[in-house]
């Protein structure tokens, strides 16, 4: 069974500061997706990774995927305000696309 | 193209009675998918549509749960004989093609009480 483990779970910093959420998986998958969730909102897709070493970088957010380690990353520098969300990542199973997503990361950037 | 719309956004029912909810795609999207989402965790997986044809279903979801994507445009999920544990955040979400991203709309939340 697929399991996907995200940590931290919550994370609260200060604006400036660079820091990054891990996820791991626990079978092979090459395609893993970062959204993320503000509080009462739905989710918004940020990053789509579908091969091992892929890289993707939108602003002050950069994720990657290490299919060999089962490892994606979602790094962030000089953290601001507007970033503070839950974010979430998902790996598809091998079953017809169903994601199984991890617990969230609360991230909270303090002014 | 406004994104995926559902409704209602939200709806209170009495335990024990039958609720139905609403997803309308991206239009040029294929495939459509239910999640729920409980306070504090990620979405779960409920059922999965390509077009009209439902081509997956959570071995976890209960006989009470159905869903719907008749012209395989819109769908429908209900919920019959409603229990207090059904009270969660109901997400549906649609893509174009397997391995792109998909699209989730702002989602219906329910509480039975």
């Known amino acids: 069974e697929l399991k996907v483990e995200q940590n931290p779970l919550f994370l609260s910093m200060q604006e400036g500061k660079n820091y990054t959420i891990y996820c791991n998986y626990s079978?092979?998958?090459?395609?893993l997706y970062w959204y993320r969730q503000d509080p009462g909102k739905s989710l918004e897709s940020l990053f789509v990774?579908?091969?091992n070493g892929a890289v993707k970088q939108e602003g002050r957010l950069m994720a990657s995927l290490d299919t060999k380690a089962r490892l994606s990353t979602l790094h962030i520098t000089a953290a601001v305000h507007d970033l503070s969300a839950t974010y979430f990542c998902?790996?598809?199973?091998?079953?017809?696309?169903?994601?199984?997503w991890g617990a969230g990361t609360k991230l909270i950037i303090k002014p | 193209d406004t994104g995926v719309s559902q409704n209602p956004r939200h709806k209170i029912t009495k335990r024990g009675q039958n609720v139905t909810f609403r997803c309308d795609p991206i239009?040029?999207?294929?495939?459509l998918y239910w999640y729920r989402q409980t306070l504090g965790q990620g979405p779960e997986f409920l059922t999965y549509?390509?077009?009209?044809?439902?081509?997956?279903k959570s071995r976890l979801l209960s006989d009470r749960f159905s869903a719907e994507r008749p012209k395989g445009s819109f769908s429908t999920l209900e919920i019959q004989r409603t229990e207090q544990g059904d009270s969660a955040m109901y997400l549906c979400?649609?893509?174009?093609?397997?391995?792109?991203?998909?699209?989730f709309g702002q989602g219906t939340r329910l509480t039975v009480v």
């Open positions: 549509f390509q077009n009209e044809a439902q081509l997956e």
């Open positions: 990774l579908l091969s």
């Open positions: 998902a790996v598809d199973s091998d079953s017809n696309y169903q994601l199984i």
């Open positions: 079978t092979t998958s090459d395609r």
């Open positions: 239009s040029e999207h294929n495939r």
């Open positions: 979400a649609s893509s174009y093609q397997g391995y792109a991203e998909a699209f």
